[in-house]
């Protein structure tokens, strides 16, 4: 698969883009794969959630859950932030332009995010890119607001 098109520079909270960026150049999260989170290390939407858990008032929004991987169980956890699940949080907090709605209308800068995450998810999951690498690619196509 080849990335899928954006046409402007994505708008996210300059906050939270920031501190996504040096999360990921840092080296104190180890990277994994189809999932955001597991024992062992985060995918890079899951750096971005655990940045985003960190800056909470409750404790841990991360809940242990069994997946599948590969006809496999695999111990992972699913996050729900301040609200019930993960898709809500990146609409409403991460990406101001969603104003909350969802990340799939054919048009506009709602589809270049919806094409962003599935890329970020692309890089990480399927071309084996670094967290440096994907930091790159964040700092290339969005721009903090």
């Known amino acids: 698969m080849q990335l899928l098109p954006i046409l402007s520079k994505i708008s996210i909270d300059a906050a939270y883009r920031t501190s996504w960026l040096e ?9 994994t794969k189809n999932t955001l989170r597991t024992p062992e290390g985060f995918c890079c939407l899951g750096v971005l959630c655990d940045i985003h858990d960190k800056h909470q008032s409750r404790s841990t929004a991360w809940i242990p859950v069994c997946d599948w991987d590969d006809e496999e169980i695999v111990d992972s956890y699913e996050y729900c932030g301040e609200q019930t699940d ?9 990406f101001p332009a ?21 890329n970020l998810m692309h890089l990480n999951d399927v071309q084996d890119y670094s967290f ?12 903090g607001v």
């Open 23 to 31: 999360a990921l150049r840092s080296g104190k999260y180890k990277q």
């Open 86 to 94: 993960i898709s809500y949080t990146i609409r409403q907090e991460f």
């Open 98 to 118: 969603l104003n909350g709605e969802f990340i799939d209308p054919p048009f506009g800068a709602k589809l270049d995010i919806g094409n962003f995450i599935r």
């Open 132 to 143: 440096a690498q994907i930091a790159d690619y964040i700092e290339e196509h969005t721009i």
